[in-house]
Each structure stands twice: as C-alpha cells, then as structure tokens.
C-alpha cells in the first residue's frame, strides 16, 4: 500500500499565512493534488499538478513540490477557508490512488 | 456546465451488495479525454478511492476492494455504477462519483457530485 501523510490541524488568524504539508515517498515522481472540503459539502479541486489553480479558485492559494513533501499555502487565510484539505497522488506504480488522512484548517 | 448526481439505496443489509448509478449531464460519459470514478468517505473519516471506469470499459480497482467492487459503464444513459458486495459495519460512507482527469505521471478526479450516504443495518 501506499500512504500520504498530512498533519491533523493547522490554526492561523485571519490574513496569516496557512501552510498545510503532505509527505509521500513517491512525491518525487508524481505530482501531488489538493482539495478543499467544506462541511457536509463534496471536495473541490484547489491545486493540481503541484501548483496550478482550477479557474475560479482564488489566487490565495499556491501549491509547491520539494522532494518527498508537497505544500498547500494559503496567503491571507480567510475565515471562508475554514475547511478540511487534503492531498492526493499515485505511488510510483499508479497502483495506489490515496488521499493522504486530510487537515483541519481553522482560520480564527 | 459537467454535472454529476449519485443515486441508490441509502439503506444495505449486512453482506448484502450496495448498489449506485451516477448521471453525467452537461458532459459526454464518452469524452475520451476523462475517465469516471467511484471515491468513498466514512463518517468523521478520510476520502478512499474505490475504483474507476474508461468509457471502453477499462477498469482500475483498489487493491483493497478489488475482490468486492464492480464498476460498469452504460453509455447510452450517460451513466456509470457501483456494485460493492458483501458489505459489513466497514462500509457505511458517503460515496461520491467523481470525473477523473489524468496528467502526464498521475490521474486524479477533478469534478464530484454532492455525494450519497449510504448506512449498512439490518
């Protein structure tokens, strides 16, 4: 199996930087992809292909890729993030299809 | 505008087989450039890939669902559906389709619909 590892929670004030990481040991290789889940809502596509953003996503939220750790930032959190994230990619096979175990985003 | 709708019993006995259909509309299910998956999610939990669907028929299954998940297309009703049997108290979830798109090393879904919940009691 393969797995992606995202910590539990991550709490900023309003207008701070939020950075939420996911580490994967097939990240290297394989882009890695973010979503955003609100409460009792389905997950929307925020980041794919490490950094780029779907249209209408706004443009507070950046992704990045280093190594075996990829990073959602979201420059001047706003309360309306609050939310769950998480992120997404393949093992190195493509066998496995595996979110990591998501973040709690608090913004207050 | 692609729009996704799941539907189903809510409700599955213990080792019996869930059952849901997703409708496309806004879209073609015959698109070449997309592929239709099944994603589940526990409640309070994480998000589980199930499997997914090519038009053609192809199919890519969890590893560890395969042995219990069957996922078919009907292109003619623009629709695709999952069949997970003998389900047990791990199965109950929401479960969403979803529209996958792939890049150049990894597929991913890109679009979702609002999600089902589905409760396993007998």
């Known amino acids: 199996s393969y797995e992606l590892t995202q910590p539990p929670s991550v709490s900023v004030s309003p207008g701070q930087t939020a950075r939420i990481t996911c580490s994967g040991d097939?990240?290297?290789?394989?882009?890695a992809y973010w979503y955003q889940q609100k409460s009792g809502q389905a997950p929307v596509l925020v980041i794919y292909?490490?950094?780029k953003r779907p249209s209408g996503i706004p443009e507070r939220f950046s992704g990045s890729r280093s190594g075996t750790m990829a990073t959602l930032t979201i420059s001047g959190a706003q309360v309306e993030d609050e939310a769950d994230y998480y992120c997404?990619?393949?093992?190195?096979?493509?066998?496995?299809?595996?979110f990591g175990g998501g973040t709690k985003l608090t913004v207050l | 505008q692609l729009q996704l709708q799941e539907s189903g019993l809510g409700l599955v006995k213990p080792s019996e087989t869930l059952s849901l259909t997703c409708t496309v509309s806004?879209?073609?299910?015959?698109?070449?450039?997309?592929?239709w998956a099944w994603i589940r999610q526990p409640p309070g939990k994480g998000l589980e890939w199930i499997g997914s669907?090519?038009?053609?028929?192809?199919?890519y299954y969890n590893p560890s669902l395969k042995s219990r998940v069957t996922i078919s297309v009907d292109t003619s009703k623009n629709q695709f559906s999952l069949k997970l049997i003998s389900v047990t108290a791990a199965d109950p979830a929401v479960y969403y389709c979803?529209?996958?798109?792939?890049?150049?090393?990894?597929?991913?879904?890109?679009?979702w619909g609002q999600g089902t919940l589905v409760t396993v009691s007998s």
């Open positions: 806004g879209g073609s299910i015959s698109d070449s450039s997309y592929y």
């Open positions: 979803a529209r996958g798109n792939c890049s150049s090393t990894t597929c991913y879904p890109d679009s």
């Open positions: 097939a990240l290297p290789k394989r882009y």
């Open positions: 997404y990619s393949t093992d190195n096979s493509g066998h496995y299809r595996v």
């Open positions: 292909e490490d950094s």
């Open positions: 669907i090519y038009y053609t028929g192809s199919t």
